[in-house]
């Protein structure tokens, strides 16, 4: 299956501990999304990568949130000091990039890690 | 501002047809999609249409676009009980994030 990967798919921690969470793309996508989603909430955008570079970050990601895309490849998202507000799925997508608008933009999402704060 | 609206609920019987609509705000958006999330799962997507079309047709799905309204809907034919789930719309203004709307959850009874 070549399709986006994260892991774990749950985390179950306590509140003050960190997490984090990996995103493996959809192979030569060069760019990588993550959402948030809560109960009964459509995704809301966190921060995206084109290669290794982050280009956007939301004003939803606060300190205590960090994400890294080291090589191009994977990215980690980091949550210090988790939070009960935190509980949420956490969703990676990825998009080709480069210069045809419909392929280039079009997003796949992963499966989600879904995180779960007590 | 970004704020996409969808109705929450929409229940069908099976082999009618579905009617999900969505509407936006940014005119600039370039792309407006559809996306399924069934219990537990990611997102699916389904379909995109570019804005300088009005229609877009793909197997059982036919996608309807309102510039002049921001208005998106999704048709579904044959509706059948795999098609329940959550549906989202989601627009793609001048930057590259998609902004969703709160998705309308489907439910198909026999």
């Known amino acids: 299956d070549t399709g986006v990967s994260q892991n774990p798919r749950h985390k179950i921690t306590k509140r003050g501990q960190n997490v984090t969470f990996r995103c493996d793309p959809i192979?030569?996508?060069?760019?990588l999304y993550w959402y948030r989603q809560t109960l009964g909430q459509g995704p809301e955008f966190l921060t995206y990568?084109?290669?290794?570079?982050?280009?956007?970050k939301s004003r939803l990601l606060s300190d205590r949130f960090s994400a890294e895309r080291p090589k191009g490849s994977f990215s980690t998202l980091e949550i210090q000091r988790t939070e009960q507000g935190d509980s949420a799925m956490y969703l990676c997508?990825?998009?080709?990039?480069?210069?045809?608008?419909?392929?280039?933009?079009?997003?796949?999402f992963g499966p989600g890690t879904r995180l779960t704060v007590l | 501002g970004e704020d996409v609206e969808q109705s929450l609920f929409l229940s069908v019987r099976e082999g009618d047809s579905s009617v999900i609509n969505c509407t936006y705000t940014?005119?600039?958006?370039?792309?407006l999609y559809w996306y399924k999330q069934e219990p537990g799962a990611g997102l699916q997507l389904l379909t995109y249409?570019?804005?300088?079309?009005d229609m877009k047709q793909d197997q059982r799905l036919t996608v309807l676009l309102n510039k002049k309204d921001k208005h998106l809907s999704l048709r579904i034919a044959d509706t059948q009980t795999g098609d329940s789930a959550i549906y989202f719309c989601?627009?793609?203004?001048?930057?590259?994030?998609?902004?969703f709307g709160t998705g309308t959850r489907l439910q198909v009874f026999p």
């Open positions: 990568f084109q290669n290794e570079a982050q280009l956007e």
């Open positions: 192979s030569e996508h060069n760019r």
């Open positions: 989601a627009e793609r203004p001048d930057t590259d994030k998609l902004i």
């Open positions: 940014d005119s600039s958006s370039t792309y």
């Open positions: 997508a990825s998009s080709p990039g480069g210069t045809s608008g419909a392929v280039r933009d079009t997003q796949y």
């Open positions: 249409i570019f804005s300088n079309m």
